[in-house]
């Protein structure tokens, strides 16, 4: 299929799925708008949940396997928008709308990607397509409960928005609670256990603190203190203040290793991770997809946001058009330039880098 149709398919397609709601959990019928695609291409699917996958036609399983993956549900818009979140409307070369950013504009990109390999023989790799749920709050029913249904992957490309520069790796994340233990009181009287004073030396201790291992690619980890409780009322010293703590992971620390280290040193009567599952990720320098994209121009970096590469365990890449400063945004929009232009990037990335050479 010819280049410029499908861009021009992919826009219109990323102008349907902002015009159909898909909060995370509720993205049944942004599937069904992937499912039409493939339909109307001719591509057999699958479609697990809210999920739909695919490979390309002379799939071999003597061979690797390449994923191309990226999310259809979106968060929810928030207070500050003035455009109606869920009309797709163009100007000055802008897509507004919500997700047409984050992650839309990458969802119909390697979809229009797919579909002009599909029936491409002679590959290096498999192809397998994924269009997931749940991605913006890490939930169970979006890839992570894909992978088992699927074939084995060795090596992944996620689409999010990088302006099209290679994240070679992607800080985890955990999140903590922490609880600082004091003597309850009537605010009357004296007390020298009150704890939100000695809340006051765990906030400095932890605005202070720094862990040893820096990576070259994604800078030290990030530790934030992001929320803060306690109290009932006005004469009351509370017993506990309760703290939240924002962790970024970079690929020197598993988080178990983050988990111990805080245990052992915070200067809190408790804390405790929610979850470890959010790991750090990251591809080699001298894999053949990241050698291919700096053949062709491509910046590489490490980005300190998450995705759900957090949920692999192969080598993967996030890549797409689309800036990821503008996600989560007012009047989010994406550049029609950018998606067509995104399209032609990926194309040339898998001829280059897993086409065999002539």
């Not at 988080?255 to 009567?269: F, H, M, W, Y």
Request: hydrophobic content about 40%.
């Amino acid at each position: 299929m010819e280049l410029h149709q499908l861009q021009k398919e992919a826009i219109e397609l990323l102008k349907k799925l902002i015009e159909t709601p898909s909060f995370s959990r509720e993205e049944e019928h942004t599937a069904v708008l992937l499912e039409n695609w493939l339909r109307n291409h001719q591509i057999p699917f699958e479609r697990h949940l809210n999920n739909i996958w695919v490979v390309n036609k002379y799939f071999d399983e003597s061979k690797p396997t390449l994923l191309l993956n990226s999310h259809h549900d979106t968060v929810k818009p928030n207070s500050a928008y003035t455009n109606d979140p869920f009309e797709a409307m163009v100007e000055e070369g802008k897509l507004f709308g919500l997700g047409s950013n984050d992650a839309g504009g990458c969802l119909v990109s390697l979809l229009a990607t797919f579909t002009y390999f599909y029936e491409a023989e002679g590959l290096e790799y498999n192809l397998l397509f994924a269009g997931t749920a749940e991605e913006e709050i890490n939930g169970a029913n979006g890839i992570a409960c894909l992978l088992p249904k699927i074939p084995k992957i060795d090596v992944a490309i996620v689409g999010e928005p990088t302006l099209m520069k290679l994240a070679i790796a992607e800080k985890g994340l955990i999140v903590f609670d922490a609880v600082v233990r004091g003597t309850p009181s009537h605010a009357a009287h004296p007390n020298d256990d009150n704890a939100i004073y000695k809340t006051a030396k765990v906030l400095e201790w932890f605005e202070n603190f720094s862990f040893d291992k820096t990576s070259e690619v994604l800078g030290p980890v990030k530790l934030t203190v992001t929320q803060i409780q306690a109290g009932s009322q006005h004469n009351v010293v509370p017993a506990n203040v309760d703290l939240v703590i924002d962790v970024r992971v970079n690929d020197r620390y598993s988080n178990a290793e983050i988990e111990k280290i805080l245990q052992e040193k915070a200067p809190v009567d408790e804390i405790k991770a929610r979850s470890l599952r959010l790991n750090s990720s990251s591809i080699a320098q001298d894999h053949p997809l990241v050698e291919a994209g700096v053949a062709l121009g491509m910046e590489t970096y490490g980005s300190p946001t998450l995705s759900d590469q957090a949920m692999l365990s192969c080598p993967s890449l996030k890549l797409g058009p689309g800036d990821s400063t503008r996600s989560h945004s007012a009047n989010e929009f994406i550049y029609i330039k950018e998606i067509e232009e995104g399209i032609a990037g990926y194309i040339k990335l898998l001829e280059k880098a897993l086409q065999k050479q002539k």
